[in-house]
């Protein structure tokens, strides 16, 4: 089992930047992808940004060229630097590993709030 610990969320103004963590604890094996999805109240959870252990991103249209997906594999760890962020940016982000092997792991989620 694996878990997901979450860091970074908060409150900031729009135009600001943030920097989310996650740590992950567990056995992970590869192939894998760790990335970060999003969620509002009465929406679906959707993609925000992914990242394969071979360091392959992949974004969501909304935020290419404003968030930055990263990973540091011998820490388990993936981060999403955030810019420029917009109100509709607001939503709980969430952590997650997915891999053949085992059905994808979440976080608890942390809070990002961008006030106009």
């Known amino acids: 089992q694996v878990q997901l610990v979450e860091s970074g969320g908060g409150l900031v103004q729009a135009g600001g930047s943030l920097r989310l963590s996650c740590a992950a604890s567990g056995s992970i094996r590869s192939p894998n992808t760790m990335g970060w999805y999003r969620q509002t109240p009465g929406k679906q959870r959707e993609l925000v940004a992914t990242i394969t252990n071979g360091g392959k991103p992949n974004y969501a249209d909304s935020v290419k060229g404003r968030f930055t997906i990263s990973r540091d594999n011998s820490k388990n760890s993936v981060y999403l630097q955030m810019s420029s962020l917009k109100p509709e940016d607001t939503a709980v982000y969430y952590c997650?590993?997915?891999?053949?092997?085992?059905?994808?792991?979440w976080g608890q989620g942390t809070q990002v709030t961008v006030s106009a």
């Open positions: 997650t590993v997915q891999s053949p092997w085992m059905l994808p792991s």
